[in-house]
Each structure stands twice: as structure tokens, then as C-alpha cells.
């Protein structure tokens, strides 16, 4: 398994399913999953699908520059920095956008966010 791969993967996943269906990103969480975003600390699954589904934009399109990956932990943890545009309806420029994420793959074909 090339953590490369899966991990660009993974990122094609979440994003499509993010500009799509944001609601659909809930069971890529666990309970003790924590999303921070501008300082605020979200924790756990529902949560999370909550704020993201609340933020003032209903579509967008996010486009992705980088995505870096190392493996991390025992059993499968992946730390990803993926990094790129996000261009919203309606607008003419696009914003700048950064993540991090540290997920846990259980399978192949499963992995979760922590």
C-alpha cells in the first residue's frame, strides 16, 4: 500500500463528497474526532457535520495543490497536509485554503479522521 496513493485518494473523496453532500462527510468522523476551525474547538462526529454544514456557503468547489503525507502512529495513521483553492458560487476569486488531518485507516478501503 503507497501511503502517497491513498492518501490522494482519500483527499479526492472528502473533497467531492464536501462540495457535494457536506452532511456526507459524517461518517468519515469518529466521537473523538475534534475539528478546530478559526480557534474554535468542534469534538466528535455530529458536531463537526453541524459546523460544516452551517458555514455561510451552500456550494463550492474546492480545487487541491498539494497533498503531503507521512505515516504517523502505530496501525495505519496517516498525517495529511493538503492545501489549494476554494472557489464559491457567485464569486470571481477564489480563497486560499489549508488542512491537516491525521486519519486512522482500518482497511483498505476505510479509513476515518481522527
Not at 498539494?66 to 457567485?90: I, R
Request: proline residues 4%; negative net charge.
Amino acid at each position: 500500500m503507497d501511503p502517497d496513493s491513498v492518501a490522494k485518494a482519500f483527499v479526492e473523496h472528502y473533497y467531492s463528497t464536501f462540495d457535494a453532500n457536506r452532511a456526507g462527510l459524517a461518517n468519515l468522523y469518529q466521537e473523538g474526532s475534534m475539528l478546530t476551525f478559526e480557534g474554535q474547538k468542534i469534538m466528535g462526529s455530529q458536531n463537526i457535520v453541524a459546523k460544516l454544514t452551517s458555514l455561510p456557503f451552500q456550494q463550492c468547489k474546492h480545487h487541491i495543490t498539494t497533498v503531503d503525507c507521512q505515516p504517523s502512529g502505530p496501525a495505519g495513521g496517516m498525517l495529511v497536509f493538503v492545501s489549494g483553492n476554494l472557489q464559491l458560487a457567485g464569486e470571481q476569486h477564489a480563497l486560499k485554503f489549508s488542512q491537516i488531518g491525521c486519519w486512522f485507516i482500518s482497511s483498505l478501503v476505510e479509513m476515518e479522521l481522527l
